[in-house]
């Protein structure tokens, strides 16, 4: 979130005023209801945790995303040591589902709508190798369907260069610190979030059919 931010500050806060004109915005909260009984997790990173967090929480279907650490082979990871890019660990965040109501097929749709996958060592303004993209899988099947989802967008030629998001088994997810879970929610006036973050969650929600279980007010 802060590495590399400040060179694009300006160009980011003429986007936000834009992209935000006309609404009132309300992050993404938890289901406050209890966990389903067939309650699943996906795993994913792609850039900023604060963003994915949001993207996944307005889903129908998902319970709560928290955010953490993954992909990395250091077993005591933070945000300061994850910071300097030196511990293989990606921000992540890890998605409580309900597979009656949203589909891992359809978590997977969601993770490539919602960030640019064939970008490499960073993630828009944020920049190392803990914001790369990486889309974790528990078993053959999630594997599959991510693989699948990389071939469709390859062949479609929608970035004009291939996609570049890591496929990895999910071997350790470590939550980030208390500061770090729902992030915007709790600031909202926070510089990155209203010119990078939000901006960000909007082109998201314009592209993305959903199923979203929240609304933006417009004024």
């Known amino acids: 979130m802060r590495i590399g931010f400040l060179p694009f500050l300006a160009l980011f806060f003429l986007a936000s005023c834009e992209e935000r004109k006309g609404f009132v915005f ?66 992540s965040v890890n998605v409580y589902y309900d597979p009656a109501k ?16 064939t970008q490499v060592g960073h993630q828009g303004p944020d920049i190392g190798p803990q914001y790369r993209s990486i889309a974790f899988y528990r078993n053959d099947h999630e594997k599959a369907v991510i693989v699948k989802a990389i071939a469709a967008i390859d062949a479609s030629g929608k970035y004009g260069k291939k996609v570049a998001t890591e496929v990895l088994p999910l071997t350790n997810f470590y939550p980030a610190e208390a500061v770090h879970q729902e992030y915007i929610a709790h600031h909202p ?3 990155y979030v209203n010119n990078v973050s939000i901006p960000d969650y909007l ?14 007010i417009r004024r």
């Open 203 to 216: 082109k998201f929600r314009q592209s993305f059919a959903g199923p979203f279980r929240d609304t933006l």
């Open 102 to 117: 949203i589909s891992f097929d359809r978590l997977v749709a969601a993770f490539f709508a919602s960030h640019d996958p």
């Open 26 to 91: 309300k992050a993404p909260l938890p289901d406050s209801t209890a966990p389903a009984k067939n309650e699943a997790v996906a795993t994913f990173a792609e850039g900023c945790f604060w963003h994915t967090e949001i993207v996944f929480q307005s889903l129908a279907g998902v319970r709560d995303a928290v955010s953490g650490y993954a992909g990395g082979s250091n077993p005591a990871p933070g945000y300061e040591n994850v910071s300097t890019g030196s511990t293989g660990h990606a921000e």
């Open 189 to 191: 006036g926070n510089i």
